[in-house]
């Protein structure tokens, strides 16, 4: 649905984008993380046809960037950073008018649809100058699916929004994620991406990483078990470590990390090994990365080969 | 529907709910019709003027008396000069709102969405124009229809009466109004799509009735008078320039400009 090759924008001097390649398949959540001035919004508005790229190509729901803008604009629907509502216009007229700019055959049974999915239909006649944040926010979603894009970009979906708004949000999108659609999430939200992306690109200009969550916090972290024991000792450290498939062993506050490659088939070892030697185990659990670690040290190692 | 009627909708619809604006497309059109009037009323008898006679016109309007008696000339020639402000009036109205029109949504973020629907450039620039200068017609033309009404019933000479009526007089009104209401606004969309703050475009678009300032001035000066073969040429004139004028505006309007370099 979404290809780029060598994708690149400079503004003057400043280069935003820089060579980004990509994929994105029909149907699938992508999420696009990085430190704000990572060149998000500028990919954004390369892939929405908002702005013209430097170099490389880029084709979004089979049509080529910078030679067929007309019907990408019609094939995609973009929520901006900012909702950019009509204030004085009700939920309603604000629909209307972007209905007929995108040409939508029912525009009134589109509006109906979408206002009520969003719970905003019993208040469309209102300004939108007097909702609440996350209500603008639904509303400028709904503007952006109105005429059915067949891919949705979502620039900080959730930025701004109080918690309960922004769990309403959530909501949407991963019922939107449920319908099948194809979605391109910009997000500072770690954790709202590790939930609702299938795939994940994190970028600093250039592309840094990209694969599922789960695989790029295999990619950066051993997999690590955490054995919590009534009484650690050394002596159950150095049992450990006799072991030829224990890649390191921590004692910390009575609990011993250990990092294995395959804690489903060596758990029962390690078990059985410290029962063996006398401890007396109170509980089990891998530690979990979050993608906030991922990003984090992605972000931390690129910044430490810049400076 | 037509995508440029679909943003003149919207924008009537956004800015006519600002009573503010309203009263600014209003006051100019009441002032402008109700002070020839007054004149009309004020100079009703002709003897009032009848120490005039057409040696003391500007030369050049003294041809365009022809059978009028001195008064006459004199109540025709006061009340003509508002010919020039009745076509002031579709160019000085919609200055504001067409000034607005980008940079205003570029302020509050609305211009975005609208660029990245599959609007062209050309029907969003006509549409900003057209929702401004469609009003600023329309309450001159209203304007110019009371006004002839009551120059009928306050005019006691039916040589003056007809004279505010003639076609010279219609052409300007109906023809060039409409035709200058479109250039203003063409100059107008185009400053503020050049602009990034609302005032200054407000400012630099006022400049664009500075011509026809200077063509009121130099007609009570005396130093040319609008006759009916200048106001045609006018009319030739202006459907030219407006059309340059709107196809320049397209063309120097810049998206990616106004998305990434505005503040």
Known sequence: ?307 | MNKTWVIVRKDWAEVFKNRFVLFTVAFLPLILTALPLIILYATRSTSDLGGFSSADMPAGFASLCMEMSGGECMQYFIVSQFMLLFMLMPMAIPVTIASYSIVGEKTTRTLEPVLATPVTTFELLAGKALAAAIPAVVVTWLGFAVFAVGARVLSPSPNVAARLLDPLWLIAIFIVGPLLAVAAVSVAVMVSSRANDPRVAEQLSMLVILPLLAAFFGQISGLFFINQTLILWMAAGLVVVDSGLLAFATHIFQRETILTRWK
């Open chain 1, 1 to 307: 649905m979404i290809q780029t090759e060598d994708l690149t924008k400079r503004f003057g001097d400043i280069l935003a984008v820089d060579r980004l390649t990509l994929s994105v398949e029909a149907g699938e959540v992508f999420g696009f993380l990085g430190p704000n001035g990572a060149g998000k919004t500028t990919t954004i508005r390369l892939l929405t046809a908002l702005i013209a790229p430097t170099s490389g190509n880029a084709k979004v729901a089979g049509c080529k960037v910078g030679q067929e803008d007309g019907k990408i604009r019609r094939r995609v629907g973009i929520l901006t950073e900012s909702p950019g509502l009509y204030d004085r216009l009700s939920a309603e007229r604000n629909l209307d008018f972007f209905a007929r700019l995108y040409e939508v055959d029912d525009v009134d049974g589109q509006i109906e649809r979408y206002l009520r999915m969003l719970g905003l239909w019993d208040r469309r006649h209102e300004e939108a100058g007097i909702f609440s944040r996350g209500m603008r926010q639904k509303l400028a979603i709904a503007r952006a699916l109105l005429h059915e894009p067949q891919v949705l970009f979502l620039d900080e979906p959730t930025s701004g929004l109080d918690p309960e708004a922004a769990r309403l949000v959530r909501d949407f999108i991963g019922g939107l994620k449920r319908e099948g659609r194809t979605i391109f999430i910009c997000t500072h939200n770690l954790d709202e991406a590790d939930r609702l992306c299938d795939r994940i690109a994190i970028i600093n200009t250039r592309l840094l990483a990209l694969d599922t969550p789960s695989a790029l916090r295999r990619q950066l972290y051993e997999r690590t078990v955490v054995f919590h024991l009534r009484q650690a000792e050394p002596r159950f450290v150095h049992r450990l470590q006799t072991l030829s498939f224990v890649r390191s062993v921590r004692e910390m506050d009575n609990k011993l990390v250990v990092a294995i490659d395959d804690p489903e088939k060596h758990n029962p070892t390690i078990i059985r090994t410290l029962v063996e030697a006398g401890a007396d185990i109170q509980f089990v659990g891998e530690l979990r990365r979050t993608l906030e670690d991922v990003y984090l040290r992605l972000v931390g190692m690129e910044d430490g080969e810049t400076n």
